[in-house]
């Protein structure tokens, strides 16, 4: 059964758009003036007046892989990208953590440098920045010193309570809206 031409996306209870239209390696492609292009920022360009860069990414803010309303996208910032390498970084860290024995005065300096570069950006109320600190944390408990577990311990428990309440807000911002 052939469906509308002009047909591009549905939307469901969330207002998001879920493509209907042509795919290339994965990304919703759409087919203007005769240019090929990524469908999420023809939308978004449309909707919100602006002329994006080559270089301009798109991030999605409404949790669902593959929407494509430009009201659930805003341009990725520099302060986004941080975020993505400093989660990276944690992972490393975490990894570095599992493999060799620490001193004292390592996880001192661990401690200060996630204090300097992560805790920054909790304002965020990113979840996986606050998982990736607090595994950290756990595996510093092994090597740290009796104060240095303490403070850790402290840290944990605001670091999980702030968890948990970034996820109360999601689940009734989305009771609200269902
Ligand atoms: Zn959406």
Known sequence: MARKATQLYFTDGNECW???????????VITR???RQSAKKFFYQQHHQVELDASDRLKNTCG??????PEHHRVR?????????????????????????????????LTTNIRNRA???L???????????????????????????????E?????????HTIQKNVHSYFNRHN
């Not at 669902?64 to 309303?69: M, R, T």
């Not at 993505?84 to 620490?102: C, D, G, H, P, V």
């Not at 944390?137 to 009796?146: D, E």
Request: glycine content about 6%.
């Open 18 to 28: 879920h493509w209907l239209g042509q795919m290339k390696s994965g990304e919703a």
């Open 33 to 35: 003036n005769g240019k």
């Open 64 to 69: 669902h892989k593959g929407c494509l309303n």
């Open 77 to 109: 910032t520099d302060a986004d990208r941080e975020l993505t390498a400093t989660k990276q970084w944690l992972f490393m860290l975490k990894s570095s953590l599992e493999k060799k024995e620490q001193t004292p005065q390592q996880i001192a300096s």
């Open 119 to 121: 805790f920054p950006l």
């Open 123 to 153: 304002q965020t109320n990113d979840v996986g920045l606050i998982r990736g600190i607090v595994k950290c944390f756990q595996l510093a408990r092994i090597y740290a010193s009796a104060a240095q577990t303490t403070w850790l311990n």
């Open 155 to 163: 840290q944990m428990r605001w670091l999980i309570s702030k968890e």
